[in-house]
């Protein structure tokens, strides 16, 4: 076998041997320690046009089978899957939508591949507060359900909920401080009285 042909065999090889779906340019230099970032992206190029990757956004690569959640927190860092896609989930929200919810730094809509990804702005000090969202193996994270209620009430105020009974008040009230909201206290006191 050429070593090119190794070298490039390397680099697929790491990337499927990962856990994770989603990869940056960085990652997959860091996983097949490669230091020369032209060469890297050669040979990714090469695997997008092979079918052997996706490439679903500039400068992010992914496995075929591509978890939608890791692509939605890799897209925008810092970011966590949150509101009416963890509601929804957790029985909180009846209404079904396929997009799925982030939380990050800005707010924009992409679709990428027939996929939704719905991001809301929200400040600094509440966005890298990481009490009530769970960080998994894959590089996903995602809020709990009193997290996501919390931020739902928090940038839209007068949303209607359909069942809070999943819901641990407890947690909740917990959760509050994060977002020094007067209001937001009002509302949580209102709805879920203790």
């Given at each position: 076998?050429?070593?090119?042909?190794?070298?490039?065999?390397?680099?697929?090889?790491?990337?499927?041997?990962?856990?994770?779906?989603?990869?940056?340019?960085?990652?997959?230099?860091?996983?097949?320690?490669?230091?020369?970032?032209?060469?890297?992206?050669?040979?990714?190029?090469?695997?997008?046009?092979?079918?052997?990757?996706?490439?679903?956004?500039?400068?992010?690569?992914?496995?075929?089978?591509?978890?939608?959640?890791?692509?939605?927190?890799?897209?925008?860092?810092?970011?966590?899957?949150?509101?009416?896609?963890?509601?929804?989930?957790?029985?909180?929200?009846f209404q079904f939508d396929s997009?799925?919810?982030?939380?990050?730094?800005?707010?924009?809509?992409?679709?990428?591949?027939?996929?939704?990804?719905?991001?809301?702005?929200?400040?600094?000090?509440?966005?890298?507060?990481?009490?009530?969202?769970?960080?998994?193996?894959?590089?996903?994270?995602?809020?709990?359900?009193?997290?996501?209620?919390?931020?739902?009430?928090?940038?839209?105020?007068?949303?209607?909920?359909?069942?809070?009974?999943?819901?641990?008040?407890?947690?909740?009230?917990?959760?509050?401080?994060?977002?020094?909201?007067k209001v937001l206290t009002r509302r949580i006191n209102n709805l879920?009285?203790?």
């Amino acid at each position: 076998m050429f070593s090119s042909q190794k070298n490039r065999n390397d680099v697929v090889l790491s990337i499927y041997q990962d856990i994770r779906t989603i990869f940056r340019l960085n990652d997959i230099a860091m996983l097949a320690s490669e230091t020369i970032f032209q060469s890297i992206n050669k040979k990714l190029n090469y695997y997008v046009h092979t079918g052997k990757l996706q490439n679903p956004r500039k400068g992010i690569y992914a496995k075929p089978a591509y978890n939608l959640e890791e692509l939605a927190c890799t897209i925008y860092t810092p970011s966590y899957i949150s509101l009416e896609y963890v509601l929804q989930r957790a029985g909180v929200v009846f209404q079904f939508d396929s997009g799925i919810s982030v939380v990050s730094y800005l707010s924009r809509s992409i679709e990428i591949q027939n996929q939704m990804y719905l991001y809301r702005k929200i400040k600094g000090e509440i966005l890298v507060n990481t009490a009530g969202i769970i960080r998994q193996n894959n590089q996903v994270n995602i809020a709990t359900p009193e997290r996501a209620f919390l931020d739902l009430l928090y940038l839209n105020s007068d949303y209607y909920f359909d069942n809070l009974n999943p819901l641990n008040k407890d947690l909740v009230y917990k959760l509050l401080p994060i977002y020094q909201s007067k209001v937001l206290t009002r509302r949580i006191n209102n709805l879920l009285p203790q």
